[in-house]
C-alpha cells in the first residue's frame, strides 16, 4: 500500500519511529483498492518502499521468510526528522511544515531529532515479542504449535 493517508498517517509513522506504537496498522478492507498485488512463487522475493504498509496472506501451511533491513543516507534523515516532528507534535501540538527528508532544513530537523532521541524525550513502550511455534521437519506442516513464551532475543 502506499506510504501515505488513509493506509499510514504522519502521525502514526511518528509513533512507530518514536516506539510509542507497535508496527502493525489497523488493517481496513477498502485499503486492498490500492493495493500492488503480488503472488509469489518459490525463490521470488518482494520489496517495498520505507514506511509503506504492506499485507502477506499466505495460502500453503509453511511460509519461511527472511526480513532484511538496511538505511541509506536518506533514511537517516528521514529516521530523524520524524523522530524531531514526533517530539515536536507531542510537545507543542504542531511540527511546522511536514517532513521532506531532503535538504538543508530536514538534515537540520533530522539532527535536532536524534539529539532528541539521545536526551531520550521520548518514552518507549514495551512490545513483548512470542515465540508461537517451533521447526519440526517431521511435521507434515513443518512447524510444531507450542506453549507461547517471551523471546529472550
Do not use: C
Request: glycine content about 8%; hydrophobic content about 35%; charged content about 25%.
Amino acid at each position: 500500500y502506499p506510504a501515505s493517508d488513509p493506509y499510514i498517517s504522519q502521525e502514526t509513522m511518528e509513533s512507530i519511529y518514536l516506539g510509542q506504537k507497535q508496527e502493525a496498522i489497523d488493517y481496513q478492507p477498502d485499503f486492498d483498492k490500492g493495493a500492488k498485488v503480488v503472488d509469489l512463487h518459490p525463490g521470488m522475493l518482494a520489496t517495498w518502499p520505507v514506511n509503506g504498509p504492506h499485507r502477506i496472506e499466505n495460502f500453503g501451511d509453511l511460509s519461511v521468510s527472511l526480513v532484511m533491513e538496511y538505511f541509506q543516507p536518506h533514511a537517516f534523515v528521514r529516521f530523524g526528522e520524524m523522530y524531531a516532528n514526533g517530539i515536536l507534535r507531542r510537545r507543542f501540538g504542531k511540527i511546522g511544515k511536514p517532513a521532506r527528508h531532503t535538504g538543508l532544513r530536514a538534515i537540520t530537523k533530522a539532527t535536532l531529532g536524534f539529539g532528541f532521541k539521545a536526551l531520550k524525550l521520548a518514552k518507549k513502550i514495551e512490545r513483548p515479542r512470542y515465540l508461537e511455534f517451533e521447526v519440526d521437519p517431521a511435521s507434515p506442516t513443518g512447524k510444531r504449535e507450542i506453549e507461547p513464551r517471551l523471546r529472550d532475543f
